[in-house]
Structure formats: structure tokens, C-alpha cells
């Protein structure tokens, strides 16, 4: 069974139309110029029904337009005074147009019009040709609620459209946030981890002949680990944008940690690096970590050359590696994820098997950069072009 809900304002409305129906109506028929048709019950009863039917405009707008229309049409086709019950046709006609929308509305106003001048067509006999123009203004009657709910309607939107949109900015903040995150730590425990497993099979390989050679791995096992765990609470930091992000000295050190558990790795650095935006640091430092991250997982001991050039427009990035990248693995997170630094900073990057045996990255990014919202790439589609750009020799797991 359907029931009928009043609104508290709408209540108000319809406990002051009533009596004001009523008083406005009757004074109205009092002037008899032109002579109108006295109330009677049926108009009374029309007046009461139009007012009380207010009552529920909010919570059934196209029922209360319709009960106040009808209202309406039969006081003018019995030629009772025209009175202050349109004002019920009129706000039920803007609500339809601010719950509906316009083009509701505008049939609203077609079809008020039109009923209301057959109305006063059939109820004001005698009238003269020069009527016409009060015919007319029926319509106007009808789109002047129009505008004002069409004003209201469209303000509306304004706002829910706004609305919308701060939502989905703070989404993307925080997928963008989470993104950050997840590359922060990939990036990080990848190398880290890495380089432990490198040094572990060497203590296992000579625990047995050198036991002061497996002991010098596993206190480089317990040195990088400290360091992993301080650059993850680093990174942790960044994020959070309370400390710098790691530069051009960060790149020596990490160099330098490599070359101490036993990887041979070069490094020439060309240029000043004090005019490079913090974002372009950054990216730099994670494709340089990533690629020898890779060197370690996927070459073995091969030799890794890293050469950094810095400009005024441009940081160019290139890591090369002398093992055995031509091996068809799959692409991972890895390659991703340097692929989206790249491009979140509007650069470049490149990689792939070298033709005379190894593999090479090799990025070149803005000097001066701003990082992308997260929108602007897909990362299944930026696997797929790293597949597709290195011709299916796919450059490791997680290279």
C-alpha cells in the first residue's frame, strides 16, 4: 500500500494556502468586474484541495501538479474569479522542472498553458476579440515557474557536477598515493633483497672450505639489511614529504653498497646536478637502483656500467650490463615500474638485449619536471608497449 510522506515546509506551504485561497478567491469574486460566477461548493472545495495538495510537493511532485492543474482548469471553465490559486500550478510546475529536469519541464509548461486557456476559454463567455492577449499570458504564466526552476535546476547540477569532480581528485590522490607506495617499496626490498640472496649463495657456496669468506657475506647480509630497512623508512618519509628525495649522492652510495658485496659496477657522472628538479632526481635514483637491481637478479656477476649526464634541459640515464639479458623471461613489475617514472616526469625510456650480448637501459628525462597525475598512463598498457618494444625478448621477471 503506497503511503504519503509530508515534507515540514511543505506543510507550512500548505497550511498558509489554504486560508489564503480562500480570502483571496472570495474578494476577488466580490468586485464582479467582469460579472464571475460566485463560489459555490465544488469552487471551495477546489480551493481547499489546490492549497492542502501542497503538502506533498516534494515528496510527489507530478501528483500535485496534476491535482493543482486540475483545480485550476475547473475553476476557470465554472468562470470563478481569477485568484491566488495558480500560485499552487506554478510551484508545482517549478518543482517538476527542478526534480525532473528541463525538458520535463518544458512539456509541464506546454501542457499548463494549454489546459489553462481551454479552461478560461469554456468559462469566459461574452469575452471580446481583444482576450486574445490574456489567453496568451496563460503560457507566460507557465514558463515564468519555468525559469525559476530551471534557475535552480541548473545550479544544482553545478554543484553535484563539482561535487563529483573533488571526489574523484581526492580518488586519484590516493590511488596516486598508493601507487607511490607500492613502486617506494618494489623498488627498494627489490634490490635489497637481491643483493642478500646474491651474498647468502655465496656463504653456502664456502661455508664449508673459507668459513671467514661465508662470514664477510653475512655481515654484508646484515650491513645491507640495516640499510634496507633504513631507505624503506626513507622512502616511507618521502612520501610522507619529510625528507628530501635521494640525488645524485644517494646514486654514489648505492654504487658504492654493490661494489662492497662483491658486484663489479662503474660509475661516471657528467654535468652539475643542482639545477635538477627534486621529481627528476628521484626518478633517476629508482631506474638506476632498478636496473642494477636487475643486473644482480638476472645477470649474475656480469660488469654494470652506469653513466648519468646532467644538463640544463636534460638528464640522460644509461645502465649496461655485459651478461646474459637476451633470455626470453616475462616482463614484471620491475620494467613497469621504471616505464611509469619515466613517463610520470614526461620523460623517456628504453631497454632491451643488447645486440653483442648484456642488456641496456637507457632514460632521458626533463631537467626541470612535474610529475603526471596517475590518469595519464595505464600500466597494463605500459607492459604490453615494454613487450612489444623489445620484440619479444622479454628482459626478465622483473626487469
Same mark, same amino acid.
Given at each position: 500500500?503506497?503511503?504519503?510522506?509530508?515534507?515540514?515546509?511543505?506543510?507550512?506551504?500548505?497550511?498558509?494556502?489554504?486560508?489564503?485561497?480562500?480570502?483571496?478567491?472570495?474578494?476577488?469574486?466580490? &468586485?464582479?468586474?467582469?460579472?464571475?460566477?460566485?463560489?459555490?461548493?465544488?469552487?471551495?472545495?477546489?480551493?481547499?484541495?489546490?492549497?492542502?495538495?501542497?503538502?506533498?510537493?516534494?515528496?510527489?511532485?507530478?501528483?500535485?501538479?496534476?491535482?493543482?492543474?486540475?483545480?485550476?482548469?475547473?475553476?476557470?471553465?465554472?468562470?470563478?474569479?481569477?485568484?491566488?490559486?495558480?500560485?499552487?500550478?506554478?510551484?508545482?510546475?517549478?518543482?517538476?522542472?527542478?526534480?525532473?529536469?528541463?525538458?520535463? =519541464?518544458?512539456?509541464?509548461? @506546454?501542457?499548463?498553458?494549454?489546459?489553462?486557456?481551454?479552461?478560461?476559454?469554456?468559462?469566459?463567455?461574452?469575452?471580446?476579440?481583444?482576450?486574445?492577449?490574456?489567453?496568451?499570458?496563460?503560457?507566460?504564466?507557465?514558463?515564468?515557474?519555468?525559469?525559476?526552476?530551471?534557475?535552480?535546476?541548473?545550479?544544482?547540477?553545478?554543484?553535484?557536477?563539482? !561535487?563529483?569532480?573533488?571526489?574523484?581528485? $581526492?580518488?586519484?590522490?590516493?590511488?596516486?598515493?598508493?601507487?607511490?607506495?607500492?613502486?617506494?617499496?618494489?623498488?627498494?626490498?627489490?634490490?635489497?633483497?637481491?643483493?642478500?640472496?646474491? %651474498?647468502?649463495?655465496?656463504?653456502?657456496?664456502?661455508?664449508?672450505? &673459507?668459513?671467514? #669468506?661465508?662470514?664477510?657475506?653475512?655481515?654484508?647480509?646484515?650491513?645491507?639489511?640495516?640499510?634496507?630497512?633504513? *631507505?624503506?623508512?626513507?622512502?616511507?618519509?618521502?612520501?610522507? #614529504? %619529510? %625528507?628530501?628525495?635521494?640525488? *645524485?649522492?644517494?646514486?654514489?652510495?648505492?654504487?658504492?653498497?654493490? %661494489?662492497?658485496? @662483491?658486484?663489479?659496477?662503474?660509475?661516471?657522472?657528467?654535468?652539475?646536478?643542482? =639545477?635538477?628538479?627534486?621529481?627528476?632526481?628521484?626518478?633517476?635514483?629508482?631506474?638506476?637502483? #632498478?636496473?642494477?637491481?636487475?643486473?644482480?637478479? $638476472?645477470?649474475? $656477476?656480469?660488469?654494470?656500467?652506469?653513466?648519468?649526464?646532467?644538463?640544463?634541459?636534460?638528464?640522460?640515464?644509461?645502465?649496461?650490463?655485459? @651478461?646474459?639479458?637476451?633470455?626470453?623471461?616475462?616482463?614484471?613489475?620491475?620494467?613497469?615500474?621504471?616505464? #611509469?617514472?619515466?613517463?610520470?616526469?614526461?620523460? &623517456?625510456?628504453?631497454?632491451?638485449?643488447?645486440?653483442?650480448?648484456?642488456?641496456?637501459?637507457?632514460?632521458?628525462?626533463? !631537467?626541470?619536471?612535474?610529475?603526471?597525475?596517475?590518469?595519464?598512463?595505464?600500466?597494463?598498457?605500459? !607492459?604490453?608497449?615494454?613487450? !612489444?618494444?623489445?620484440? @619479444? $625478448?622479454?628482459? =626478465?621477471?622483473?626487469?
Amino acid at each position: 500500500m503506497r503511503t504519503f510522506r509530508f515534507a515540514k515546509w511543505d506543510m507550512l506551504v500548505a497550511v498558509l494556502a489554504v486560508p489564503l485561497y480562500l480570502l483571496g478567491t472570495h474578494f476577488a469574486s466580490l &468586485t464582479r468586474v467582469p460579472p464571475y460566477r460566485a463560489l459555490d461548493g465544488l469552487a471551495y472545495a477546489m480551493l481547499i484541495i489546490a492549497g492542502a495538495a501542497l503538502g506533498l510537493r516534494s515528496t510527489h511532485p507530478g501528483l500535485v501538479y496534476a491535482v493543482t492543474l486540475a483545480c485550476c482548469a475547473i475553476v476557470l471553465g465554472r468562470h470563478h474569479a481569477y485568484g491566488p490559486i495558480f500560485l499552487s500550478v506554478c510551484l508545482a510546475l517549478s518543482t517538476i522542472v527542478t526534480r525532473y529536469g528541463l525538458r520535463p =519541464g518544458l512539456a509541464a509548461v @506546454g501542457l499548463t498553458g494549454t489546459v489553462l486557456l481551454v479552461s478560461d476559454i469554456v468559462g469566459g463567455t461574452g469575452r471580446s476579440g481583444d482576450d486574445m492577449l490574456i489567453w496568451l499570458a496563460w503560457y507566460t504564466l507557465a514558463l515564468l515557474p519555468f525559469g525559476v526552476g530551471a534557475v535552480i535546476r541548473v545550479e544544482r547540477d553545478r554543484r553535484a557536477a563539482e !561535487a563529483k569532480a573533488d571526489d574523484e581528485r $581526492h580518488l586519484l590522490r590516493a590511488q596516486e598515493e598508493r601507487l607511490a607506495i607500492a613502486r617506494e617499496i618494489h623498488d627498494v626490498l627489490g634490490h635489497s633483497l637481491s643483493v642478500i640472496s646474491m %651474498r647468502a649463495g655465496v656463504a653456502l657456496h664456502v661455508a664449508d672450505r &673459507t668459513p671467514a #669468506e661465508a662470514i664477510d657475506a653475512l655481515q654484508a647480509i646484515r650491513r645491507i639489511s640495516k640499510q634496507s630497512l633504513d *631507505e624503506l623508512r626513507g622512502a616511507l618519509d618521502i612520501i610522507r #614529504e %619529510r %625528507r628530501p628525495t635521494p640525488g *645524485e649522492e644517494d646514486i654514489h652510495r648505492l654504487v658504492a653498497s654493490l %661494489r662492497a658485496a @662483491g658486484q663489479e659496477v662503474t660509475l661516471v657522472t657528467t654535468g652539475n646536478s643542482s =639545477g635538477i628538479s627534486a621529481t627528476t632526481e628521484h626518478a633517476v635514483y629508482r631506474i638506476v637502483q #632498478e636496473s642494477l637491481t636487475n643486473v644482480v637478479r $638476472h645477470a649474475g $656477476h656480469a660488469r654494470a656500467q652506469v653513466r648519468v649526464g646532467y644538463s640544463a634541459e636534460e638528464v640522460t640515464v644509461s645502465v649496461v650490463d655485459d @651478461g646474459g639479458g637476451g633470455t626470453v623471461r616475462k616482463v614484471g613489475y620491475g620494467i613497469t615500474g621504471m616505464r #611509469e617514472r619515466a613517463r610520470a616526469v614526461h620523460g &623517456t625510456l628504453a631497454l632491451g638485449p643488447r645486440a653483442g650480448g648484456g642488456f641496456e637501459v637507457t632514460a632521458r628525462l626533463p !631537467a626541470r619536471a612535474e610529475r603526471k597525475t596517475a590518469r595519464d598512463d595505464d600500466p597494463i598498457d605500459l !607492459a604490453r608497449q615494454d613487450s !612489444a618494444e623489445m620484440g @619479444g $625478448h622479454d628482459p =626478465g621477471a622483473d626487469r
